[in-house]
T-cell receptor, first 111, second 113 residues
């Protein structure tokens, strides 16, 4: 069964600090993985997408890594800002374009 | 270019009623997918429509149905509402040729009392 597990479920950090969110997937065969940011009351917005051959992808202060061997991905946020407070969702795509979403990590950045 | 729009944004219904939600995709997009999002289950795929035909379907009961019109606008209907149907319903559109490039709307927050 295709699954995507994210950790931690929630995280509180101080403004300016870095943090790393984890995503483990069991989707097989694996095609690509995308990270989304979802502000409260809004739809998810794509941050990065990586195929199985890519190891890292950056988007400003967001850097995603992918290890296709261990089926793990991480999203690193550098120098966090108050506006980074949101839910971060990981999505994996498998055979037949089956999309599997993780439960998300709720990040709160405090001043 | 306007993004995905969903109406209404908020809705309160009582058990047993039915509800219809609307989604207008980005201009030129032919695929519309619907998702249910709850705090406990995360994003759950409901169904996808492409050129007025249902292309994929998730594991939801028959009370959940949808359709797509010739202008790619889509509606989702839930009949005989249950308390557990309270959720954020998200619509995502894509060109349809690349299903990975989905753009989400702001969602409709449905509360069933």
């Amino acid at each position: 069964k295709n699954q995507v597990e994210q950790s931690p479920q929630s995280l509180i950090i101080l403004e300016g600090k870095n943090c790393t969110l984890q995503c483990n997937y069991t989707v097989s065969p694996f095609s690509n993985l995308r990270w989304y940011k979802q502000d409260t009351g809004r739809g998810p917005v794509s941050l990065t997408i990586m195929t199985f051959s890519e190891n890292t992808k950056s988007n400003g202060r967001y850097t995603a890594t992918l290890d296709a061997d261990t089926k793990q991905s991480s999203l690193h946020i550098t120098a966090s800002q108050l506006s980074d407070s949101a839910s971060y969702i990981c999505r994996a795509v498998g055979a037949g374009n089956m999309l599997t979403f993780g439960g998300g990590t709720r990040l709160m950045v405090k001043p | 270019k306007a993004g995905v729009t969903q109406t209404p944004r908020y809705l309160i219904k009582t058990r047993g009623q039915q509800v219809t939600l609307s989604c207008s995709p980005i201009s030129g997009h032919r695929s519309v997918s619907w998702y249910q999002q709850t705090p406990g289950q995360g994003l759950q795929f409901l169904f996808e429509y492409f050129s007025e035909t249902q292309r994929n379907k998730g594991n939801f009961p028959g009370r959940f149905s949808g359709r797509q019109f010739s202008n790619s606008r889509s509606e989702m209907n839930v009949s005989t509402l249950e308390l557990g149907d309270s959720a954020l319903y998200l619509c995502a559109s894509s060109l349809g040729t690349n299903p990975y490039e989905q753009y989400f709307g702001p969602g409709t927050r449905l509360t069933v009392t």
